[in-house]
Nanobody
């Protein structure tokens, strides 16, 4: 069983930066690919970024490419999402998720989910 806890959300202004963290329980964090997804009010959950278990592969949604960076620290059992140049359209609840080995852009591929952290970007 993997438990995920997100943190780092908040209220910021357009153009600001935030770093989200997702801490994982368990001893096999390095076996899991990690993904970040977000869901805005009235919208479906959408892919943001993902990183493979090996740390060799990273994927991003077109809407965040060049602004967001996903990284992981296996010693700390934590995955991060550095968000720069935030826009009001980035406002959403952000979720981290875990699945074995290969990263995926598909939410249904992930087995474990955190509770989410709210990010609000004001204009």
């Amino acid at each position: 069983q993997v438990q995920l806890v997100e943190s780092g959300g908040g209220l910021v202004q357009a153009g600001d930066s935030l770093r989200l963290s997702c801490a994982s329980s368990g001893r096999t964090f390095s076996s899991y690919a990690m993904g970040w997804f977000r869901q805005a009010p009235g919208k479906e959950r959408e892919f943001v970024g993902a990183i493979s278990a090996s740390n060799h592969y990273r994927y991003y949604a077109d809407s965040v490419k060049g602004r967001f960076t996903i990284s992981r620290d296996n010693a700390e059992n934590t995955v991060y999402l550095q968000m720069n140049t935030l826009k009001p359209d980035d406002t959403a609840v952000y979720y981290c998720a875990a699945k074995l080995i290969a990263a995926s852009k598909v939410a249904n591929d992930y087995n474990y989910w955190g509770q989410g952290t709210q990010v609000t970007v004001s204009s």
